[in-house]
């Protein structure tokens, strides 16, 4: 009985060894993977091998776009610390609404962000987020007034619609991205909100994805618009700056 004990000790510390050894290998990958994936990334890809992150899917998604408006000429004359310092603000209250939101923020591109919406209510999210951001913009620019800085404003455009998703680049530089019209076309509404004057554009499809009733929602509909690179016009919706 003695014996039997020791043996069966033995096979419960090898097999504690054994789960041990693998989540601190599991461990190990998600942190390499966090070095270049969004962290919502890495828990759903490690282990999988970079052939498996690389193969990709098609599904639906909504995409928004946010840019700073009349970044470019505020930057004319400004110190490098000052500039950094508006980048950090502006990301932080980004990355507070899009985490609020479920939002994944694909990339940066200088003053302005990409932000991912896939899963459960995905373009209802979107629509949360771009509604957060317009009043978080709102707070921003009087805060910075108030303390006598210049108030910036920003464009947001998002859109909903089948998109290619995948890990592309090499075990040195990995990167997840996505790509297709929608995409594009969520980058050209935010674009068509300088020409509008407005602050934020969502498609109708969008809109009706989310299961929202523009009328009753306070959006104004525009012209349809004929963006390029569609063979079709596209029903828009515009909300002014909260």
């Known amino acids: ?38 962290a919502q990334m890495a828990g759903r890809l490690a282990g999988g091998g970079l052939e498996a992150l690389q193969e990709g899917r098609q599904q639906k998604m909504a995409i928004l776009f946010i840019d700073i408006r009349g970044f470019t000429s505020w930057c004319e004359g ?70 006598g800085e210049t108030g910036l404003a920003a464009g947001i455009g998002v859109h909903w619609g089948e998109v290619f998703s995948g890990v592309t680049g090499t075990p040195a530089r990995l990167e997840y991205s996505v790509f297709g019209d929608t995409v594009n076309t969520a980058a050209r509404l935010e674009q068509l909100t300088k020409t509008n004057d407005t602050a934020l554009i969502a498609s109708a499809t969008l809109l009706q994805e989310a299961g929202t009733e523009p009328a009753r929602g306070g959006w104004t509909a525009l012209p349809a618009e004929q963006l390029r690179g569609r063979r079709s016009g596209l029903a828009l919706f515009a909300k002014a700056q909260a």
Not at 7 to 15: F, G, N, Q, T, W
Not at 101 to 112: F, N
Not at 119 to 142: I, K, N, P, S, T
């Open 78 to 147: 400004r110190e490098p610390q000052d500039v950094s310092r508006l980048i950090t603000e502006f990301r932080t209250r980004v990355e507070l609404v899009a985490g609020r939101t479920g939002g994944l923020i694909d990339k940066y591109i200088g003053d302005a962000a990409m932000i991912l919406f896939e899963g459960e209510r995905a373009a209802a999210r979107a629509l949360d987020c771009a509604e957060g951001l317009l009043v978080e913009m709102e707070a921003w620019r009087q805060e910075r007034e108030a303390t």
């Open 1 to 38: 009985m003695v014996a039997l004990a020791g043996l069966v000790l033995m096979v419960a510390a090898l097999r504690m060894r054994g789960l041990l050894h693998r989540s601190i290998e599991e461990t190990r990958q998600k942190a390499n993977l966090t070095r270049y994936l969004p």
